[in-house]
């Protein structure tokens, strides 16, 4: 995904615990009319954690 000025990087751990928080988050960033990303929007595990998080960070401007 190219860089937006709209997206917003949501930095939330993915435990259980941490689930009903961060539907939360997402549902409040789309209804403001934001774009939510995270990191788990790419399923690929080759490739690694750090660089996916730093690339959509970079994308969210």
Known sequence: MAAHPRNVFINCAF???FEPLFH???F???RSGFR???ATESD???ENRFS???QIVEECH
Do not use: L, Y
């Open 44 to 46: 690929d595990a080759g």
């Open 28 to 30: 409040t960033v789309i």
């Open 36 to 38: 939510a990303r995270c």
């Open 52 to 54: 996916k998080i730093q």
């Open 24 to 26: 939360a988050i997402v």
């Open 15 to 17: 435990d259980a615990e």
